[in-house]
Structures are given as C-alpha cells and as structure tokens.
Antibody
Framework: QLQLQESGPGLVKPSETLSLTCSVS??????????WAWIRQPPGRGLELIGR???????FFNPSLESRVTISADTSNNHVSLRLSSVTAADTAVYSC???????????????WGQGTLVTVSS | DIQMTQSPSSLSASVGDRVTITCRAS??????LNWYQHTPGKAPKLLIY???ILQNGVPSRFSGGGSGTDFTLTISTLQPEDFSTYYC????????FGQGTKVEIK
C-alpha cells in the first residue's frame, strides 16, 4: 500500500523559506502514470493546490504562489520536496502531498494523500 | 481560473439519512470532477472520480452525478463514519477545489 508522509519544521519565521519533504513508501515516485502535488489548507479555510511535478520533471504552480514556489523530486530517496520562500503569516497552513493519476480516464484525480503537516509562520 | 462552488457549506443530518451535496463550476468542465472526504487528522480520501466513477474500496452508498457545470455527491444512507467534510475538485484546467461541505450530526 502506498504511503505518503510529510515532514519538516512546524515553525518558520516570517520572510524565511518553508521547506517540506514528502517521503513515499510502497511505490516509486518514478512512474509516468503519476504526478505529485502539494496542497495546503489554511486554518478554517478550504484546500488550495500549490503545485505539481510530473515524471518528466515538468512543474506547474498556482499563479498566486508561482514566484515563491519550488517543487522537486529526488528519485534516489523517493521523495518530493516543497520550498516556499518569503513566507508570511498567510502561509500558515496544513501542507499535504498527494499522488495524482496522470490520465484523463481517472480525471487526473489524487488517489493517495499524506496526512499533512501543520506549518506555522511566526516570529 | 475555474471557480468551484459547493452547497451547502454545512448540513446537519442523522444516521440513515440520504444526503446530497452539490458542486457548480464557473465554466464547462465536462466530467473532470472528483470528490474527496477529509476527516481532521486523517489523509483525504478519494471517493468519486470522473464525476461518477466510484474509487476502488469506497462503499456503494456513495455516488456521484452530473456533467458540464453541475455535479452532485450523494450518500444514500449516512453512516457514523461519514460525518466529515467533502470537497469537489475540478481538473479540467489546473486543479481547484470547492470550499467544502461539512456534514455534521444532527
């Protein structure tokens, strides 16, 4: 069974860079049938896609975050990373990673998710 | 951007009730619509993909319908474990979620 686990600092200071890792077990991230995404949920609000990365290395980002986001894949360690720079309190959220099925047959749905990790931006 | 609007934002229901949640897209998205269940402290769970196809392992009391701009998620007989928050997601252009519908115990 595929499992995704997010990890990283739970507290980040304003203006610094948030860095998270999504460790994948039970399957390889190197698979053309899937892509990998980061999603966040600010307190009391809904889900927001941050961005996604494909097996080719191609990335797409939420336009509202694009200038500050980097998503990368480390196939050697089987994990996907997120970096969000110049954070503010508005970036406080639960950050989750998910696997997407890269096929219109599956409507590109996310079939596995991590539990998420809370990141608070505060001095 | 394609906006997704769910209604209601919350509802109260009893075990055994039939519950329907609606999701409206700001433009035609065909059947590129997925439904997720999210219980606090747990990983979100895919329920329905491509508007009406039940994900493997999901109970048959869940069903999805619609196409174009209007979609529904129906729980035919609400069970205790179904009290949760439900999100629709469009994947026609990028990926955006509805704001969620919280199903609470009456």
């Amino acid at each position: 069974q595929l499992q995704l686990q997010e990890s990283g600092p739970g507290l980040v200071k304003p203006s610094e860079t948030l860095s998270l890792t999504c460790s994948v077990s039970g399957g390889s991230i190197r698979n053309r049938s899937y892509y990998w995404a980061w999603i966040r949920q600010p307190p009391g609000r809904g889900l927001e896609l941050i961005g996604r990365i494909y097996d080719s290395g191609t990335t797409f980002f939420n336009p509202s975050l694009e200038s500050r986001v980097t998503i990368s894949a480390d196939t050697s360690n089987n994990h996907v990373s997120l970096r969000l720079s110049s954070v503010t309190a508005a970036d406080t959220a639960v950050y989750s990673c998910a696997r997407g099925r890269d096929s219109s047959v599956y409507a590109y749905s996310f079939d596995f998710w991590g539990q998420g990790t809370l990141v608070t931006v505060s001095s | 951007d394609i906006q997704m609007t769910q209604s209601p934002s919350s509802l109260s229901a009893s075990v055994g009730d039939r519950v329907t949640i609606t999701c409206r897209a700001s433009q035609n998205i065909g059947n590129f619509l997925n439904w997720y269940q999210h219980t606090p402290g747990k990983a979100p769970k895919l329920l329905i993909y491509a508007a009406s196809i039940l994900q493997n392992g999901v109970p048959s009391r869940f069903s999805g319908g619609g196409s174009g701009t209007d979609f529904t998620l129906t729980i035919s007989t609400l069970q205790p474990e179904d009290f949760s928050t439900y999100y629709c997601q469009q994947t026609y252009r990028s990926r955006t979620f509805g704001q969620g519908t919280k199903v609470e115990i009456k």
